[in-house]
């Protein structure tokens, strides 16, 4: 069992940076590979990011491919997303994900815990 709890989130200007993090409780957390996922008013939650359970493996969305940095710390039971050239089109709750097992995935419903979210929003 892991329990996730996002922090960060704020209102920022266009190109602005923000630091999302989330807490994640459970010994087993290294085990877990770990996404970030964003949902916007009257969208389906879509893939952001994501990181294997070792650290070293990392896939993006297309849309923030070089704006964002996905991080993790195993020995805090932390992940990070780091979000630089904020677009006011960013602008959306963004949850925390954990996945059972090796691999990455982009499906929300290969997560299997959830945080409860935290609202980024960017003005222009």
């Known amino acids: 069992q892991v329990q996730l709890v996002e922090s960060g989130g704020g209102l920022v200007q266009a190109g602005d940076s923000l630091r999302l993090s989330c807490a994640a409780s459970?010994?087993?957390?290294?085990?877990?590979?770990m996404g970030w996922f964003r949902q916007a008013p009257g969208k389906e939650r879509e893939f952001v990011a994501a990181?294997?359970?070792?650290?070293?493996?990392?896939y993006y969305a297309d849309s923030v491919k070089g704006r964002f940095t996905i991080s993790r710390d195993n020995a805090k039971n932390m992940v990070y997303l780091q979000m630089n050239s904020l677009k006011p089109e960013d602008t959306a709750v963004y949850f925390c994900?954990?996945?059972?097992?090796?691999?990455?995935?982009?499906?929300?419903?290969?997560?299997?815990?959830w945080g409860q979210g935290t609202q980024v929003t960017v003005s222009s």
């Open positions: 994900a954990a996945k059972i097992g090796i691999g990455l995935t982009t499906i929300p419903r290969d997560y299997a815990y």
């Open positions: 459970g010994r087993t957390f290294s085990s877990y590979a």
């Open positions: 990181r294997g359970w070792s650290g070293g493996s990392t």
